[in-house]
């Protein structure tokens, strides 16, 4: 007879259900919590301040740019992941 462990205990199935339903109520575009984002009480009271550059994205785009540029005429034929560190000074 073979006896299997469950892959996760009660205590880290109950956080992954909880990060699930807070992931629900989360928007995707601000991250703000859609309960308190959607609601009428709530209309016109946000203020939005940026924008901020975020130079890891710049460098993402920039090298997503040069990227789309060079496979015009080379074209891959695989998909392609992306990666960003900081540099060390």
């Avoid at 496979?71 to 960003?84: A, D």
Wanted: charged share 25%; proline share 7%.
């Amino acid at each position: 007879m073979t006896t299997r462990e469950a892959e996760w205990d009660p205590q880290q199935q109950a956080l992954i259900l909880g990060l699930a339903l807070k992931r629900q109520e989360d928007c995707d575009g601000c991250g703000g919590h859609l309960p308190e984002t959607t609601s009428p009480a709530n209309e016109g009271r946000y203020d939005a301040t940026g924008p901020f550059l975020c130079h890891s994205c710049e460098a993402l785009g920039s090298a997503r740019n040069a990227f789309a540029k060079a496979r015009e005429q080379n074209p891959p034929h695989n998909m392609n992941r992306w990666s960003v560190r900081l540099r060390k000074r």
